[in-house]
């Protein structure tokens, strides 16, 4: 392996500390830009709005600042990887257009040198990629956060094999180590318990890093949902899988990007039901569900249908707190208030219960549950967009709410599935499978990681 093939590798391994203080500079610049065009921050104290000139003067230089950022998470990997992939698809989080450059992280960055990769997998199969497949491309056809994936055939099938970057558990480790240290800073004045949220991220983000655990969990998703026509979950290969190697049959669907730009708005709707019927349905039947929703994780099909990918953060959840939730959702989709106060407590989120505001946060569920209680409601970038400024920016309770551990992912998986269904511009029957999810019997399917 040349220096230059390494030099990856070798700045993969330095931290986030060490490694992301211009990434971190880079990502600060561009965000705060993106507040200011979507909550008309620009314009304070009277200040006029920039002129049209310095307006692409901005632009040009948030264009400028995504393309060096998209550059350097690309070589990166890890924790900051994942912040860039949710950054380029999260409304509000970048400018639109800086989120398009951004875009290409959902499911594709620079791989890493093919000799790493090859000693990972003599490592964890026993012999070489081209003694342990019949054929295997030297090229990734996709690179993420954790590992790379590989076209391959093996016994006649054609094959995704998934290779973990080489030393991404040490690295994950030192990322969540300063996320730890960063979480329980900016708790500091609030309900949250920082220490909690940082340890619940570590939990599950290194809990990616074992690819045998994610193929148990892909093989039970699969069992689940394989009565549903309209989706879909590769097979595992378990000959071919191990620790940090998990093969499945390859699948030539479309990517998000893709579909979201050719498919008729029919099959968008088609799909993005699928996608949130099975979360419903898997939260509160199963109390269980995969908690990264970005549109790297889904492929799909000409006419709608959708294959369910990546299975390494999946959360499963007590039958009491979906319980807890099932009341609050049957208050407010009754507009139920007096029950829904009643009702809100169970779930953890009040912190300072003297102090919260109980009529705006009303306002707040009535707002998140509008798709729930209005037929033909389409998803759209504003309608989430809307959102942060009754949620967070605008909101008297954001110092009195707090976030148990397993809200953690699951604001995540909403915020992340919103984001989606604003991206296809979504309409579907959402309150008939809202309902149907809420009403359902709670029958938890054991994680297999317990």
């Known amino acids: 392996m040349t220096a ?27 965000g705060l830009g993106a507040m200011k065009r979507t909550f ?19 632009l040009a230089r948030a264009l400028a600042d995504a393309q060096k950022l998209a550059s350097t998470l690309g070589d990166l990997k890890g924790l900051a990887m994942k912040i860039g992939q949710m950054a380029s698809y999260l409304p509000g989080a970048l400018p639109p257009e800086a989120q398009d450059v951004l875009a290409k992280l959902q499911a594709d960055t620079r791989g890493m040198a093919y000799d790493a990769l090859a000693a990972v997998i003599e490592e964890e199969l026993g012999a070489p990629p ?28 054609d094959l995704a094999v998934k290779v973990q970057y080489p030393g991404v558990r040490d690295v994950l480790t030192s990322d969540l180590k300063t996320f730890a240290l960063f979480s329980r800073l900016a708790a500091v004045g609030t309900a949250i318990d920082g220490k909690a949220m940082a340890n619940e991220m570590r939990e599950r983000m290194l809990e990616e890093c074992d690819y045998a655990l994610e193929a148990r969990r892909q093989r039970l998703f699969a069992e689940l949902l394989a009565d549903d026509p ?14 940090r190697v998990l093969s499945s049959v390859f699948c030539p669907a479309q990517s998000f990007a893709r579909f979201r730009r050719e498919a008729s708005q029919a099959a968008k709707d088609r799909a993005a039901e699928t996608i949130f019927r099975v979360s419903a349905r898997f939260i509160f039947e199963h109390c269980l569900y995969n908690a990264d929703p970005h549109p790297g994780n889904y492929l799909f099909e000409d006419d709608g249908r959708v294959v ?30 007096s029950a829904f106060r009643a009702a809100f407590p169970a779930l953890g989120l009040v912190g300072n219960a003297k102090r919260f505001d109980w009529d705006h946060h009303w306002q707040v569920m009535r707002y998140l549950y509008r798709p729930f209680m ?19 920016f605008k909101s008297p309770n954001r110092r009195y709410m707090t976030c148990p551990p397993p809200w953690v992912f699951l604001n995540r998986l909403q915020w992340g599935l919103n984001a989606i269904l604003g991206q296809l511009d979504a309409a579907g029957d959402w309150p008939r499978y809202w309902r149907e999810a809420v009403e359902s019997p709670t029958r938890p399917i054991d994680d297999v990681a317990r």
């Open 4 to 30: 230059q093939q390494d030099r990856p590798l070798e700045r993969i391994a330095r931290g986030l500390r060490g490694r992301t203080f211009k990434t971190m500079r880079l990502a600060s610049r561009l």
């Open 40 to 58: 008309g921050r620009a314009k304070t104290d009277g200040a006029e709005q920039p002129t049209n000139g310095a307006q692409t003067a901005a």
């Open 130 to 157: 081209d003694a342990c497949f019949d054929t295997f491309a030297r090229e990734p056809f996709a690179a993420a956060s954790i590992g790379q994936v590989h076209r391959a055939r093996f016994e006649g099938s």
């Open 230 to 243: 309209e989706c879909s979950v590769p097979e595992v290969v378990a000959s071919r899988s191990s620790q």
């Open 308 to 337: 369910f990918l990546d299975f390494g953060c999946v959360r499963a959840f007590e039958p009491e707190m979906i319980d807890a939730w099932k009341r609050v959702a049957l208050a407010v989709l009754d507009d139920d208030q």
């Open 374 to 392: 209005e037929r033909g409601f389409r998803y759209s970038d504003d309608y989430v967009r809307e959102s942060y400024d009754l949620i967070i």
